[in-house]
């Protein structure tokens, strides 16, 4: 069986459903033989892995341990989804405190035992805000952490291929940035229907203004539809495209949509947050986003969410001041 790498990838939280569907998806796609699970919860975690034996899959070296230093020791990759998760009536930014915590134990256990991983991809909630500290402690490049944040444009782009009933490959290029939260800028200006721009359609009898806010709301409201329909948070589709990102930072296909990555230029400074994005074996960088002066205003908004999202962190004693953090993390000017 030919795998992408042989390196090893550990999936954290591999005992929740998040977590052990991105084991077997990785598995499925052929990333890596040498997978390791590890969950706190080592009844779960068993199980988890008991299933994933079953499965049978070629050559795969399946290992499982409730020992953080044994699950990340020589790891090259990590898929972290390690933090409580979403219920019923609470928004991501509810999950701050307790997830807060958890992605610094989290940071300086990569710092102590895999300082030099390739890739990090942190997927729980608040995604933005737990993937800056997972940075900040670990002592990584900014190039080597991204959060997932590519829910909201595959959501976009669903619910716009439901409105004009197409093929969802007919809806090109949708995209929500900044936060992957109540505050996230959903642009129509990089879309296409048919080939034809969206913007050309918000505003007549196709897709009256107010059908267009409505399917926003729905964008941003996503995941609590999911949770409504449910009766837990989604599981399927973060396993499954936070394993595309990995699988790209192993030198696979190129990433389709945005990624939560560190930004700090002359426009926003020191936060994590949705951008267009390449990642590749090298890392992630950072394309220019440009919408019109509407959506620019929006990803502000959402940017200025997030910094006060990031500054209660800090009041929380859990970061330290902005102008400390290079102290902490070397890599962080």
Known sequence: MNYLTNEKLVIVGAAGMIGSNMAQTALMMHLTPNI????????????VAEELYHCAFEGANITFTSDIKEALTGAAYIVSSGGAARKAGMTREDLLKGNA?????????????????????????PADITGLITLLYSGLKPSQVTTLAALDSTRLRHELAKHFNVPADEVVNSRTYGGHGEQMAVFASTTTINGKPLTEFIG???????????????????GKHIIDLRGRSSFQSPAYVSIEMIAAAMGGKPFRWPAGTYVDNDRFN???????????????????????????????ASYQHLCQLRDEVIAMGILPPISEWHKLNPNID
């Open 101 to 125: 915590q958890i992605a610094e134990q989290f940071g300086k256990d990569v710092r102590q035992y895999c300082p030099d991983v390739k890739h990090i991809v942190v997927i729980f909630n």
């Open 204 to 222: 007549t009898e196709q897709l009256p203004q107010s059908e267009w806010e409505s399917l926003k709301q729905r964008v941003i409201q996503g």
């Open 270 to 300: 020191h936060i994590m947050m949705a951008m267009e994005t390449s990642i590749t074996k090298d890392g992630v960088t950072v394309k220019p986003v440009n919408g019109t002066p509407e959506e620019e205003k929006e990803l502000e």
């Open 36 to 47: 390791c699970l590890y969950d706190p919860f080592a009844p779960a975690l068993e199980g």
